[in-house]
C-alpha cells in the first residue's frame, strides 16, 4: 500500500497550487480518503476528507478556498488550493480509511510520502 502526494511547491500569499495523491497497491474505490498537513512543531491536522460516493469534508478554515476531489478511474485523489496563506504553509499528505467516521482524523493511518506547501507573505 503505498500513497505519494506532489504538486507542492513555493507560491505567493493568494496564490493556488493544486495537489494530487497517487494511489498503489489498493483501490482507492472502496476507501474513504482525506488529505493531511503537518507544519514544523505542530500537529498533523485534517484539511478534507471525500468519501466512497463523493460527499466532502473540509476543515474550517479550509473552506471555500480549497476542494478535494478523486478520481477512481486514476487511482488519485486531488486537492485543489486557492487564496493560499501563509499559515498554509506545511507537508501534505494523505491517506485512507474504511471506517464510516471517514470525518475523523483518528481514524486514517498509513500517511503517504507528503509534498511540501511553502506560502511567502
Known amino acids: 500500500v503505498q500513497l505519494q502526494a506532489s504538486g507542492g511547491g513555493l507560491v505567493q500569499a493568494g496564490g493556488s497550487l493544486g495537489l494530487s495523491c497517487a494511489a498503489s497497491?489498493?483501490?482507492?474505490?472502496?476507501?474513504?480518503m482525506a488529505w493531511f498537513r503537518q507544519a514544523p512543531g505542530q500537529e498533523r491536522e485534517l484539511v478534507a476528507a471525500?468519501?466512497?460516493?463523493?460527499?466532502?469534508y473540509y476543515a474550517d478554515s479550509m473552506k471555500g478556498r480549497f476542494t478535494i476531489s478523486r478520481d477512481n478511474a486514476k487511482n488519485t485523489v486531488y486537492l485543489r488550493m486557492n487564496g493560499l496563506r501563509p499559515e498554509d504553509t506545511a507537508v501534505y499528505s494523505c491517506?485512507?480509511?474504511?471506517?464510516?467516521?471517514?470525518?475523523?482524523?483518528?481514524?486514517?493511518?498509513?500517511w503517504g510520502q507528503g509534498t511540501q506547501v511553502t506560502v511567502s507573505s
Open positions: 491517506a485512507a480509511t474504511q471506517n464510516v467516521q471517514w470525518r475523523m482524523a483518528v481514524y486514517y493511518n498509513n
Open positions: 497497491g489498493f483501490n482507492i474505490r472502496a476507501y474513504h
Open positions: 471525500i468519501n466512497r460516493s463523493g460527499g466532502t
